[in-house]
T-cell receptor, first 115, second 110 residues
Framework: GAGVSQTPSNKVTEKGKYVELRCDPI?????LYWYRQSLGQGPEFLIYFQGTGAADDSGLPNDRFFAVRPEGSVSTLKIQRTERGDSAVYLC?????????????FGPGTRLTVL | AQRVTQPEKLLSVFKGAPVELKCNYS??????LFWYVQYSRQRLQLLLR??SRESIKGFTADLNKGETSFHLKKPFAQEEDSAMYYCALSPTSGTYKYIFGTGTRLKVLA
């Protein structure tokens, strides 16, 4: 079946602009995660959804970052007033059941560049 | 603090040589541990996880709780093993968010 998809694959924006990044998880997966990967680093957790609700948003760096998952499937990560430091690859992952042993399946990522 | 450490940014070996990618973790409890691999221009994908105790593509990893390590090993490296490898930890309570190491780039030379 289809894996996790993310759009756009690349996004270039100017400092101060607003961006939205979309994630389409594997059908039937209830858990959805957003991670951010900066150059030379491993992915870092941003936010986790169980169904429609954000169960853990402790990784969001500040209030410019927000994410939604209104129908428990597709999720959108929103970044306001972008800064050059927001440049990174944003990864989405989903899993069937939120359990420590359950495999997270990753999307291809969105590469965000803030000029 | 929960942390995963991969001390080597780059590891170069010749084809047919043994490979060991190091991973150490810090976690107050018994975490679940994973190795993910990212081949060139592909997405992150699961290579193996300790709970499965399986060998994938010739790779194995043993959890050593005493040394808090989960090193990845392969007896004979192949050129197609060249990739970026990430060790990840999942807590066993609360949010099952992964904590990743910084990754090791493996280059297998002909």
């Amino acid at each position: 079946g289809a894996g996790v998809s993310q759009t756009p694959s690349n996004k270039v924006t100017e400092k101060g602009k607003y961006v939205e990044l979309r994630c389409d998880p594997i059908s039937g997966h209830t858990a959805l995660y957003w991670y951010r990967q900066s150059l030379g680093q491993g992915p870092e957790f941003l936010i986790y959804f169980q169904g429609t609700g954000a169960a853990d948003d402790s990784g969001l760096p500040n209030d410019r970052f927000f994410a939604v998952r209104p129908e428990g499937s597709v999720s959108t990560l929103k970044i306001q007033r972008t800064e050059r430091g927001d440049s990174a690859v944003y990864l989405c992952a989903s899993s069937f059941d939120p359990d420590s042993t359950d495999t997270q399946y990753f999307g291809p990522g969105t590469r965000l560049t803030v000029l | 603090a929960q942390r995963v450490t991969q001390p080597e940014k780059l590891l170069s070996v010749f084809k047919g040589a043994p490979v060991e990618l190091k991973c150490n973790y810090s976690y107050s409890g018994s975490p679940e541990l994973f190795w993910y691999v990212q081949y060139s221009r592909q997405r992150l994908q699961l290579l193996l996880r300790h709970i499965s105790r399986e060998s994938i593509k010739g790779f194995t990893a043993d959890l050593n709780k005493g040394e808090t390590s989960f090193h990845l090993k392969k007896p004979f490296a192949q050129e197609e093993d060249s990739a970026m490898y990430y060790c990840a930890l999942s807590p066993t309570s609360g949010t099952y968010k992964y904590i990743f190491g910084t990754g090791t780039r493996l280059k297998v030379l002909a």
